[in-house]
Every structure is written in C-alpha cells, then in structure tokens.
C-alpha cells in the first residue's frame, strides 16, 4: 500500500465525490514509477489526520486526477505532542537520518537550533522537508511533522511553550531519567546539542527557564541517536 500527499484536500465528509489532482512529483510517482491507471483506487492523506481512498480519472504523469471515495479522520499515534529540537550535526546525512527516523517513530514537531558550539550554521530545511515527507509516507503516518527553520537557541528556549521542558546534556550535573519525568498527555520539548554539547551557559539558561536536566541512558549518545531515543521514549510513554 502507498501513501499519497495531497494537502490540498482539508475536508472530511463534504470531500467525497470531489475531483482533485496530485502535484507533479506525486503524479509522476503514482503514473510512471507505480504505473497506476484509469480506475485504479489510491491512499492519500492531507499531513494532518485524515485519509482518503480514491479513484483515479485521468492518470496524467504531471497532474494524476481522482475523485474522492471515502474521508476518515485518523487518531494520533499517541496521547501528548512531542517537539524534539535538535542542534544540526556537521555530517548533514546524520541530520537527515534522524529526522527520517523520528518522524517514522511519531514526532509533531522539529526545530533545528543553532547553538553555540554548532558546527553547521547553515541549513537547507527545503531538502529535510522531503526527507520528512518521505518519511512519513513510507510510514502510513496520517499527520505530517512540522519542520521549523534553523533557530537560535536563546531565542528559542525563551519562546517555547510546552507543559514539559528537558534539556539533554552530558555535564556531570544532577540529571533525571527522561522515562521518569514525562508527564502521560502533557506536549514534551526535548532539546539535543550538538557534538560539542551545549555551553555550561546554555544549560544555566534553560534551567532558569524551568527546563528540566534529564538523562538519556548510560551510554554517551551521538546527536542524531540522541534525539531518536528522547523521541521514543516521549512516544512510548504516550501510547
């Protein structure tokens, strides 16, 4: 079974009988790589919780047009909403492999952060946009995660506002175990920096912002492998 993107379609009920066409990448997907036809019944989702089944009327490999069968709203995967922010690793494919896998896991949001120690301060979120659609797709996930431009960090953890703040940093510090600090339904905000970890000053500032030092493990974690545990974890603890 294939996904389709189509945020075009926003509906639910009114949506059926209604004629659309896909985008040219997805058209071109569907009619020329999948070799779909006249009449043939397709998958799609708007990226924020409804499915649709439809049949195709005009399988054209740059604009693909359907008529809408059936509109269903999906339930999120889990009960809280989960922002990883995440400082971009200099090997940008580290980057784009944890944002693959955490949107494939169940993220709703990501912000890369630019931090002190960052190696890379420069940031194409065009390219991991269809990664996570990618992602997403391959998934049969219904609800696609929101990708934030690259932020700096005092302004960002200044702004945030969900019910739970952690930050995850590697100093000696007195820290909690993320698994023991998440709150069943309450949105979550973990931040992950980069290489070189956060500044001692970065830290004094997010906990002064109420930003609760966790733990990830025993082990010493890779940015990326970082992120995708604090977001499994956040999605197991809210299943």
């Avoid at 799609?44 to 049949?55: C, E, V």
């Avoid at 009327?57 to 809280?80: D, G, I, M, S, Y």
């Avoid at 955490?102 to 931090?115: F, K, Q, R, S, W």
């Avoid at 025993?218 to 992120?227: D, F, G, K, V, Y």
Wanted: net charge negative; charged share 30%.
């Amino acid at each position: 079974m294939y996904l389709f993107y189509t945020p075009d379609i926003i509906g639910e009920k009114e949506e059926i009988g209604r004629t659309y066409s896909l985008n040219e990448e997805e058209s071109g997907h569907c009619v020329r790589v999948l070799r779909y036809s006249i009449g043939d019944e397709i998958l799609l989702t708007n990226g924020q919780g409804m499915t649709y089944t439809a049949r195709i009327t005009n399988p054209h490999p740059k604009h693909c047009e359907f008529e809408v069968l059936t509109a269903e709203r999906q339930k999120p995967h889990h009960e809280a909403y989960i922002h990883i922010a995440i400082a971009p690793t200099k090997n940008i494919e580290r980057l784009e492999w944890a944002i693959e896998k955490c949107t494939e896991i169940g993220v709703d949001e990501i912000t890369p952060l630019l931090c002190r120690f960052s190696e890379r301060k420069q940031l194409r979120t065009d390219r991991l946009q269809k990664i996570l659609l990618s992602a997403a797709k391959q998934s049969l996930t219904p609800y696609l995660p929101k990708l934030n431009e690259l932020t700096p960090y005092d302004n960002f953890v200044k702004t945030a506002k969900e019910e739970t703040k952690f930050i995850a940093h590697c100093y000696k510090d007195d820290k909690k175990e993320l698994k023991n600090e998440l709150q069943r339904g309450k949105s979550v905000l973990v931040l992950i920096g980069p290489e070189g970890d956060f500044s001692e000053q970065e830290v004094q500032e997010a906990l002064q912002l109420g930003f609760v030092p966790v733990s990830l493990g025993n082990s010493r974690l890779r940015t990326e492998t970082a992120a995708i545990v604090a977001c499994h974890t956040a999605v197991l603890m809210n299943e």
